[in-house]
C-alpha cells in the first residue's frame, strides 16, 4: 500500500530537496508539497487525500507566526495523524508535547538517519 506524506513549508528549495530525498529512500512514497499557499492546499490536501505523515516547518518567514498555526488547526481537525516539526525553536517544544521535532538540515543530509528514522518509525 503506497504511504501519503505531506509537506508543509514556505522555502520551495527545501520542499523540492525534501520531497526528492524521501522519493530516493521509496519510490513508492507519494509525497504532497504545499506550493503557494501553505494553509489553504495543506487542508484542501488533508480533505482530498489520506494522507499517512505530515513534515511542517514550525516557522515561516514569508508567513508570520503560521506554523504554529497550521500545525494546530491540523491537531484539532486530525488529533491521530502524525507530524513531525521542522526548524522547532526550543520554546517550540512545549507547544505540541504528541509532535516530534527534527532539524531540517538533518533530514536533507544522506548520512544522516534521521529521515529514514521518521519514515520507518510512523509509515511501517
Known amino acids: 500500500m503506497t504511504k501519503k506524506i505531506l509537506l508543509i513549508d514556505d522555502n520551495q528549495y527545501f520542499l523540492h530537496s525534501l520531497s526528492e530525498r524521501i522519493k530516493s529512500i521509496n519510490k513508492d512514497y507519494n509525497v504532497f508539497v504545499t506550493v ?11 480533505g482530498q487525500e ?45 507547544l ?6 527534527k532539524q531540517r538540515k538533518y533530514l536533507l543530509d544522506k548520512n544522516n538517519p534521521s529521515l529514514n528514522n521518521i519514515l520507518e518509525k510512523y509509515l511501517s
Not at 36 to 45: D, H, Q, V, Y
Not at 96 to 101: G, K, L
Open 50 to 94: 489520506s494522507i499517512d505523515l505530515i513534515i511542517s516547518d514550525t516557522r515561516m518567514f514569508s508567513i508570520d507566526n503560521y506554523g504554529p498555526r497550521i500545525i494546530n488547526e491540523i491537531r484539532a481537525e486530525y488529533p491521530d495523524l502524525s507530524i513531525v516539526a521542522t526548524g522547532v525553536e526550543r520554546k517550540s517544544k512545549n
Open 96 to 101: 505540541w508535547p504528541e509532535t516530534e521535532y
Open 36 to 46: 503557494n499557499s501553505p494553509k489553504t492546499e495543506a487542508l484542501e490536501i488533508l
